[in-house]
């Protein structure tokens, strides 16, 4: 439902002044600092005009144990770090927060501001409705009062956010991509993620990761495009000023690990936004500690490890799956059990972004070499597809046939040993 317009200048300054005498603890003065609670209120009872949104930001918070001080469970003051200060409005409509530092000084209006947060979860946890700031109007008074309330309002819902504890164990940084619907196409667009980027669950899950090889970090990228897990923010401004950035007493990355997921996150914001400089992702040093209480104790984080640079990458890795699992005798059709079973192992595999993957088909010595050569190539090509299917790409077959026992012999124990299909893959993380 649309807000009710404007009626006039008169009738926002009138708004405005009743707002001050029961908003503010000393309404005499515009200096003196909003009532808790109540500068959001006013914010909301306020009418919008039909002038369109000059900025839509959105502000999306971690609320994971390693955002956190690891003792004291405190959140840094992502509003000082954001936005700055309190808010004094300027001559040209826009609202400045006081700080050249901050990442968004300054806001002009009318705007739309969204604060969520992500942890473990699919999607956006919104604190509140999202703050409507209509046109900046009337006098000087009522101007500072406006800008005050603003810098108030976002300073509590920011306040709220990290207050609340992690409700889903682990760090989707994935879902904080997925902000929904634009407010209107003209607007300037800005989404500011305030992460270390250590994603343990989703696509881009880091838990086996050694954030070595840039050419993982890209392969992960390429990995979540194929499971359609890549959301759509053409025309946005995506900041992510602090990954690889962990809260006190966490395990701290080396600045090589820190670049490799800079790499990462600049490769996927590109692709989110489809702009190679739609993106600014940086490490800048952590910001401090909020005061006030700390978040109640919330779901865990799961741990990801930075391994030494020197330690040598990943060797190639095989799963074997039986063929009395995956078919029928003779047959190359996968079964209910066989198609449940791949569908696990790509689910395992596909956060590691393989660097290459490959299926081998084996049988036993029963029957024609021939033959039994072109059923295990059959029975690789109907591997790959159902692994294809799930989202796992690049893989290359072949297929073995008898040539390559795994159990000597030819017994009954021994040639079902040797019928199976082996699933090679290389991750150089």
Known sequence: MNAPPLRSAAALAGLLLVSACSLFNDPTTVTAEPVPGAACAAIERMARDKTP??????????????MRDAETGQSPDWYAAIFGGRGVPQQDGSISFGSEAALIPSIGTPAVIRIGTIDGGESITWQGAPIYLPRMTGGDRNRQIFAGNTSACLRERIGQAVREPAAERGSNVMAAFQVGTQETSRARRTLVIATDGLATTGCADLRQTAMRDIGHAKRIVRACARQRAVPELKGWEVLLPWVGVVGPGHPE?????????????????????????????????????????????????????????????????????????????????????????????????????????????HTDDQGDEAYNKDLSLRRAEAVRRVLEDAGLGGIRVVGKGETSPKCPGTSAAARQCNRRVEIKYKVRG
């Open 53 to 66: 949104t000059a900025q839509e930001v959105v502000v999306v918070i971690d609320r994971s144990p390693s």
């Open 253 to 361: 990355p080396e600045e090589p690990h820190r670049q490799w997921l800079r790499t990462l996150w600049t490769e996927m914001c590109a692709e989110v936004t489809g702009a190679k400089d739609g993106c600014q992702v940086r490490s800048t040093d952590r910001p401090q500690l909020a005061e006030g209480a700390a978040a109640a104790k919330g779901a865990a984080d799961e741990p990801v490890r930075f391994r030494p640079i020197a330690t040598p990458p990943n060797p190639v890795r095989t799963e074997t799956l039986p063929s009395d699992l995956l078919f029928d005798v003779d047959s190359d059709r996968i079964s209910a059990k066989g198609r449940k079973a791949l569908e696990a192992f790509a689910e395992k595999v596909i956060p590691k972004a393989p660097e290459w993957v490959e299926v081998a088909g």
